[in-house]
């Protein structure tokens, strides 16, 4: 069954603690992107990747770090720099190149604050 | 939904009417246009897409209405069910370099029986 998984589907972080979240795919494709969901915002790009082992930052990257070493793993960490975690984050991928490819979400990773 | 529209324009419609859900867009420079539905506590979902140098595209139960003259982009669903109740919102991708959609705050369709 192909597609896109995140886990873990609900992830509580501690003060001055980070957390990574993970997004696996194998749908083959290239491209895969972190954004985050706040209630009645649009989806705001944190970190996008064209391909394996090549990340660049997206419009709000502060607090957050990725990694690309395999092509079907994109994994995001929250670090203790970002003040306001609080969120629903949303995985991507598509097939990549610079034509209008669609981007598949996975099912989404709720991280809260205790 | 938890996560999802607690502050969102909401279109309420009968069971069995049809519905048009409207977007504006910011960019003229787009090139690519996605609809997305997303249910409460779930991820983001494919439903249709179309390129700047159509006016119109259809799918099962879906068109989507693309006028670039005022940037406007419209969602219309056919006989409209329970299970089209969600958040639905446009995306939009700028043309040249890499593929970053910039995505709309979302309409609430209600469906009701």
């Known amino acids: 069954d192909g597609g896109i998984t995140q886990s873990p589907k609900y992830l509580f972080r501690k003060e001055g603690q980070n957390v990574t979240l993970s997004c696996e795919q194998n749908?083959?494709?290239?491209?895969m992107y972190w954004y985050r969901q706040d209630p009645g915002q649009g989806l705001r790009l944190i970190y996008y990747?064209?391909?394996?082992?090549?990340?660049q930052k997206g419009d709000i990257a502060e607090g957050y770090s990725v990694s690309r070493e395999k092509k079907e793993s994109f994994p995001l960490t929250v670090t203790s720099a970002q003040k306001n975690p609080t969120a629903f984050y949303l995985c991507?991928?598509?097939?990549?190149?610079?034509?209008?490819?669609?981007?598949?979400f996975g099912p989404g990773t709720r991280l809260l604050v205790l | 939904g938890e996560n999802v529209g607690l502050h969102l324009p909401t279109l309420s419609v009968q069971e069995g009417d049809n519905s048009i859900i409207n977007c504006a867009y910011s960019?003229?420079?787009?090139?690519?246009f996605i609809w997305y539905k997303q249910e409460s506590g779930k991820g983001p979902q494919f439903i249709i897409d179309?390129?700047?140098?159509?006016d119109k595209r259809q799918g099962q139960r879906v068109t989507v209405l693309l006028n670039k003259t005022v940037k406007h982009l419209s969602l219309q669903i056919a006989a409209t069910q329970p299970g089209d109740s969600a958040v639905y919102f446009c995306?939009?991708?700028?043309?040249?370099?890499?593929?970053?959609?910039?995505f709309g705050a979302g309409t609430r369709l209600a469906v009701h029986p």
């Open positions: 749908l083959n494709h290239d491209a």
């Open positions: 960019n003229s420079a787009s090139d690519y």
């Open positions: 990747s064209q391909i394996v082992n090549d990340f």
């Open positions: 995306a939009e991708r700028l043309s040249g370099g890499y593929n970053k959609l910039i």
């Open positions: 991507a991928s598509s097939i990549g190149g610079t034509s209008g490819e669609t981007q598949y």
């Open positions: 179309i390129r700047s140098n159509m």
